[in-house]
């Protein structure tokens, strides 16, 4: 007797065990990204930009966009923050509310096209194929226009902008994203879930979405994630450049535009360095948080 | 006793590995001793630790993994009766002394052909690359001839032709092989084969298994055979040792462990395998609950979670191994009585 | 193998010819008038322009253009600028060797540092070398390179005032190094850093597999295991990304050409961007997608020859 109570009460464990499973997993998962230093660095630094950008008006009193001839370029001191540009914008106020910009240009496009990607390479790699290989031909031919001319054209077609910019960018950063959900479908294909689902007659559209795509879908997100520092950069480059977005609207690629003049260059670096830092801060931070993310939920992925 | 060749001889080894600052136990006070000629299978389930102790000896670990023991010896009997010892506890895992071992004396067979090949070398490359390592004055030209009267041996057709195939080009039976005449090239005494038939058909396994059965006859050699199927043990071993979470619960003679298993592990695991002349309308068994995750571990028996016999005296402290009868060993409480010898 | 070469490259034909009828199309719709430029405010009137118009054949079809284009880039003809009159050959040919000399010289250094550190790191994980590897990555995959250096031009020729910021001496016109190097370094830094972490990261990688554990139960040193086993295997990767920065030597930085003024085809393609000069662009982009296609036909090459699979034809 006492024998069977002890299995019983073994085996309701195991069941309980079972259930719980799921949830100790994600715990694990979240306890892992805590434990690693840098991804709470990453995320900490993400959260303070984010607060800061959203609720700039709070943080700063300064209208990002309005000439003060009387304090121009003072270094940064208690008024000023970290100091103001060649027309006495204060750079602090600049920077908040031209994070919103360049960071909202890197998300939204990182987001579009990984949706590009992720649905284009699901449709190359589950159906193979004729399809696939037009797909295929398209990527390649979009990874081989230089950035610089497509940006040229589609500013000469509809004007400088920021959503212009996020277009360039969503429809020419879809590649990643096509190769490596297109490989994971067609490996996934084959595995014996995919074949189950096919022999009881789903359609494909729904094998797709709702059997393939899921599982698939976290390596999705985090390369999304690590696709932002790189449109950062990007948008920063050619705005530097004086490409990308309007000199009149702030972003922190045209504040550091400022850094071309060269009596800037000299004589007042902090009109470049803090723009360059912010990028970099913020660059390094999306970084590790990525890299967090991905031990945490990809660990396959180098 | 005296006479006893022993050519492996493992006394309280220990592993454990270090992963997200925790550090976790993986193998416990094992210890074991093999003979000159004899084979010795390691049996458990998946995850008990069978493949960390034979990595644990010949020391190919992954740097997060703390290998302690009392003492590893390999004992070598090649030149005279007189042994030759190996302090392999004193030897760091890439030194010039541990090399020297593996390869002559030492040599292992791993699980998966498929992976264990490197896929941009020419098979007869992979196989000459261990002898030639050890024999510094031998020519490119003897090894090949060596490498391809080798694989005569293990019963490859057109053996010249298959020495400069890629991996790619070989089936898996076949890639085993050639996994095999890498380990027996350099004629060592003791082969290691963690589960070798395990990626391979039926049909292929058996044959697998009767070469390596007829290399430790003819030639006398010691195999050491990690494997989850019991089967292939009443096939190959003289002696036979079960692990459970790390830790030997059984180890006695082939005989000893199939006619008279003694911990209720031993028993759950005979009885939960298809094995030849099991008795009609015999059911086959599970083993109730999951191995526990080994960070979650506390005193007492491993096994006391799944056991239908746990009493209070089994979460508690260690338990010691009693010697039922000459060289077998149980570790339970219910073999109490008789007498401790771990 | 060599039908597989075949198909490929008529592939690539057909794909550059495809590429660039793409921008020919987008480039002449976006409603730039050259004549007008090239005529200037002063002497348009709509009479000359049409006469213009008329001699240089933009009247006809753009399929029609587009193969006199093409048929021009075979007779050496590669155009001219409409908006500051040079020809592409003296205007954008000719600034090459200014841009291959600053590419050139940081693909190199930084392919030998980046393999170097990354092998090194990757073979005494955690070791400082190991750390300064990975924190020059981190750096150099966080700081835009035009804004590295501008800081490197802060550094070394305002504050300290050792080297010069800006320029590059023509030939016969003194040491050139002074001049070379920052801008070398302000390229070569953050792509020796990334190659490092690839490196590193390819290798842990490919040093977890079985038959790597197989090499080291022959007994074989570890060096023998690292160089013929790791790295060997971990060559097809490294050499992809390796291929794939050899577009610099052909387009160039233009971001870093513009911080230091270099005078190289960068240059040339900011002014030709800004004045609309599309013969120019469309040279340009030409090039740039010959260059891509070659270099992934080069990649798959390359690829087929370290893979047994591919090289004997499966």
């Known amino acids: 007797m006492a024998e069977n109570n002890v299995t019983n009460t073994n085996t309701t464990n195991s069941i309980d065990n079972a259930r719980k499973y799921g949830t100790k997993l994600w715990k694990k998962k979240v306890r892992k990204f805590f434990n690693n230093r840098l991804a709470v660095f990453g995320l900490l630094v993400v959260v303070i930009f984010l607060v800061l950008m959203i609720g700039a008006p709070i943080f700063t009193k300064w209208d990002p966009n309005a000439p003060n001839f009387k304090a121009k370029l003072v270094g940064p001191n208690a008024e000023h923050l970290l100091g103001t540009d060649s027309l006495g914008r204060d750079l602090f106020a600049r920077i908040l509310y031209g994070g919103r910009t360049s960071v909202l240009i890197a998300v939204v496009s990182s987001f579009i096209g990984s949706t590009i990607g992720t649905i284009l390479g699901a449709i190359g790699g589950y159906f193979e194929g004729f399809i696939d290989k037009c797909l295929v031909r398209l990527q390649e031919i979009v990874s081989c226009f230089p950035q610089l001319i497509l940006v040229l054209i589609v500013v000469a077609f509809i004007g400088p902008g920021t959503w212009n910019l996020i277009l360039i960018f969503a429809l020419t950063g879809w590649t990643g994203c096509f190769r490596l959900v297109r490989s994971e479908f067609i490996a996934r294909k084959e595995e014996t879930y995919v074949k189950v689902c096919e022999a009881f007659g789903m359609s494909n559209v729904k094998i797709m979405f709702s059997q393939i795509l899921p599982s698939v879908l976290t390596t999705v997100i985090v390369q999304l994630t690590m696709n932002i520092p790189g449109y950062v950069m990007q948008e920063a480059g050619l705005s530097f450049l004086g490409f990308g977005v309007p000199m009149n609207t702030p972003t922190w690629g045209t504040m550091l535009n400022a850094a071309k003049a060269s009596s800037i260059l000299i004589n007042n670096p902090h009109c470049w360095l803090v723009p360059g830092l912010a990028i970099s801060l913020f660059v390094l931070a999306v970084n590790f948080f990525g890299d967090g993310l991905r031990d945490v939920m990809d660990p396959r992925q180098q | 006793m005296e006479d006893k060749k022993i050519i492996l001889d493992v006394k309280n080894l220990n592993t454990s590995f270090k992963s997200d600052g925790q550090v976790i136990k993986i193998i416990k006070d094992v210890s074991f001793q093999l003979e000159k000629g004899r084979s010795l299978a390691i049996v458990g389930e998946s995850g008990c630790g069978k493949s960390v102790t034979v990595h644990s000896v010949t020391r190919l670990m992954a740097k997060n993994a703390i290998i302690n023991s009392d003492h590893v010896i390999y004992r070598s009997y090649r030149n005279s009766e007189e042994p030759k010892e190996y302090r392999i506890d004193k030897m760091s895992n890439y030194g010039k002394e541990m090399r020297s071992l593996r390869g002559p004396e030492i040599s292992m067979v791993f699980q998966d052909p498929m992976a264990s090949l490197n896929p941009v070398y020419r098979v007869g490359d992979q196989i000459i690359e261990g002898l030639l390592e050890h024999n510094k004055s031998?020519?490119?030209?003897?090894?090949?001839?060596?490498?391809?009267?080798?694989?005569?041996?293990?019963?490859?057709?057109?053996?010249?032709?298959?020495?400069?195939?890629?991996?790619?080009?070989?089936?898996?039976?076949?890639?085993?092989?050639?996994?095999?005449?890498?380990?027996?090239?350099?004629?060592?005494?003791?082969?290691?084969?963690?589960?070798?038939?395990?990626?391979?058909?039926?049909?292929?396994?058996?044959?697998?298994?009767?070469?390596?059965?007829?290399?430790?006859?003819?030639?006398?050699?010691?195999?050491?055979?990690?494997?989850?199927?019991?089967?292939?043990?009443?096939?190959?071993?003289?002696?036979?040792?079960?692990?459970?979470?790390?830790?030997?619960?059984?180890?006695?003679?082939?005989?000893?462990?199939?006619?008279?298993?003694?911990?209720?592990?031993?028993?759950?695991?005979?009885?939960?395998?298809?094995?030849?002349?099991?008795?009609?309308?015999?059911?086959?068994?599970?083993?109730?609950?999951?191995?526990?995750?080994?960070?979650?571990?506390?005193?007492?028996?491993?096994?006391?979670?799944?056991?239908?016999?746990?009493?209070?005296?089994?979460?508690?402290?260690?338990?010691?191994?009693?010697?039922?009868?000459?060289?077998?060993?149980?570790?339970?409480?219910?073999?109490?009585?008789?007498?401790?010898?771990? | 193998?060599?039908?597989?070469?075949?198909?490929?490259?008529?592939?690539?034909?057909?794909?550059?010819?495809?590429?660039?009828?793409?921008?020919?199309?987008?480039?002449?719709?976006?409603?730039?008038?050259?004549?007008?430029?090239?005529?200037?405010?002063?002497?348009?009137?709509?009479?000359?322009?049409?006469?213009?118009?008329?001699?240089?054949?933009?009247?006809?079809?753009?399929?029609?253009?587009?193969?006199?284009?093409?048929?021009?880039?075979?007779?050496?003809?590669?155009?001219?600028?409409?908006?500051?009159?040079?020809?592409?050959?003296?205007?954008?040919?000719?600034?090459?060797?200014?841009?291959?000399?600053?590419?050139?010289?940081?693909?190199?250094?930084?392919?030998?540092?980046?393999?170097?550190?990354?092998?090194?790191?990757?073979?005494?994980?955690?070791?400082?070398?190991?750390?300064?590897?990975?924190?020059?990555?981190?750096?150099?995959?966080?700081?835009?390179?035009?804004?590295?250096?501008?800081?490197?031009?802060?550094?070394?020729?305002?504050?300290?005032?050792?080297?010069?910021?800006?320029?590059?001496?023509?030939?016969?016109?003194?040491?050139?190094?002074?001049?070379?190097?920052?801008?070398?370094?302000?390229?070569?830094?953050?792509?020796?850093?990334?190659?490092?972490?690839?490196?590193?990261?390819?290798?842990?990688?490919?040093?977890?597999?079985?038959?790597?554990?197989?090499?080291?139960?022959?007994?074989?040193?570890?060096?023998?295991?690292?160089?013929?086993?790791?790295?060997?295997?971990?060559?097809?990767?490294?050499?992809?990304?390796?291929?794939?920065?050899?577009?610099?030597?052909?387009?160039?930085?233009?971001?870093?050409?513009?911080?230091?003024?270099?005078?190289?085809?960068?240059?040339?393609?900011?002014?030709?961007?800004?004045?609309?000069?599309?013969?120019?662009?469309?040279?340009?982009?030409?090039?740039?997608?010959?260059?891509?296609l070659s270099i992934s036909f080069l990649i798959d090459l390359i690829g087929a020859l370290l893979d047994p699979r591919v090289r004997l034809g499966k």
């Open chain 3, 1 to 292: 193998m060599a039908k597989y070469i075949v198909r490929r490259l008529i592939t690539m034909v057909i794909m550059v010819f495809v590429i660039s009828l793409v921008i020919f199309i987008a480039l002449q719709s976006t409603g730039v008038d050259p004549v007008g430029q090239m005529l200037g405010v002063d002497n348009y009137t709509k009479e000359a322009a049409e006469e213009m118009r008329e001699k240089l054949g933009l009247n006809d079809p753009i399929i029609v253009q587009f193969f006199r284009w093409w048929g021009n880039i075979f007779k050496g003809e590669y155009g001219k600028s409409i908006a500051l009159g040079y020809t592409v050959k003296d205007g954008l040919i000719a600034k090459w060797p200014a841009t291959l000399e600053i590419t050139l010289y940081a693909l190199l250094i930084s392919t030998v540092i980046g393999l170097l550190i990354g092998m090194l790191s990757a073979f005494w994980q955690n070791s400082i070398i190991d750390y300064l590897g990975r924190g020059i990555a981190v750096l150099g995959n966080s700081m835009p390179e035009y804004f590295f250096a501008l800081i490197l031009i802060q550094i070394f020729s305002i504050k300290l005032g050792l080297l010069p910021s800006a320029g590059r001496i023509p030939a016969g016109g003194g040491s050139r190094l002074p001049n070379l190097i920052l801008p070398v370094c302000a390229l070569a830094i953050p792509l020796c850093g990334n190659l490092m972490r690839y490196t590193r990261n390819t290798m842990l990688d490919v040093a977890n597999q079985e038959y790597v554990k197989l090499a080291r139960s022959k007994g074989i040193p570890e060096w023998k295991v690292y160089i013929k086993h790791i790295f060997r295997n971990s060559m097809r990767p490294v050499i992809t990304i390796l291929l794939f920065r050899l577009t610099i030597l052909i387009g160039g930085s233009v971001a870093v050409e513009t911080v230091f003024a270099w005078p190289g085809v960068g240059q040339v393609l900011t002014k030709a961007i800004t004045a609309s000069d599309y013969w120019v662009v469309m040279f340009y982009t030409l090039f740039m997608a010959i260059m891509m």
């Open chain 2, 138 to 342: 031998m020519s490119k030209k003897e090894a090949m001839e060596k490498a391809i009267d080798m694989l005569k041996k293990l019963g490859i057709p057109a053996p010249e032709q298959r020495v400069k195939d890629y991996p790619y080009q070989l089936s898996g039976g076949m890639k085993q092989r050639i996994v095999i005449a890498i380990a027996m090239i350099n004629d060592p005494e003791l082969i290691i084969a963690d589960e070798p038939t395990t990626a391979l058909d039926v049909t292929i396994q058996a044959q697998i298994m009767e070469l390596m059965k007829k290399l430790q006859t003819d030639y006398n050699k010691s195999i050491i055979l990690i494997t989850h199927n019991m089967g292939l043990v009443t096939e190959m071993a003289d002696d036979v040792i079960v692990m459970y979470m790390g830790r030997i619960v059984e180890k006695g003679s082939l005989r000893q462990i199939f006619s008279n298993p003694s911990h209720p592990y031993t028993k759950m695991l005979l009885s939960s395998v298809p094995v030849l002349g099991l008795e009609q309308g015999q059911k086959l068994t599970t083993i109730p609950g999951s191995t526990p995750n080994p960070a979650d571990l506390k005193e007492g028996c491993e096994f006391a979670g799944r056991c239908p016999f746990c009493t209070d005296a089994c979460l508690k402290g260690k338990i010691p191994g009693f010697e039922i009868e000459e060289g077998h060993m149980v570790r339970c409480l219910r073999c109490a009585g008789h007498k401790e010898v771990d």
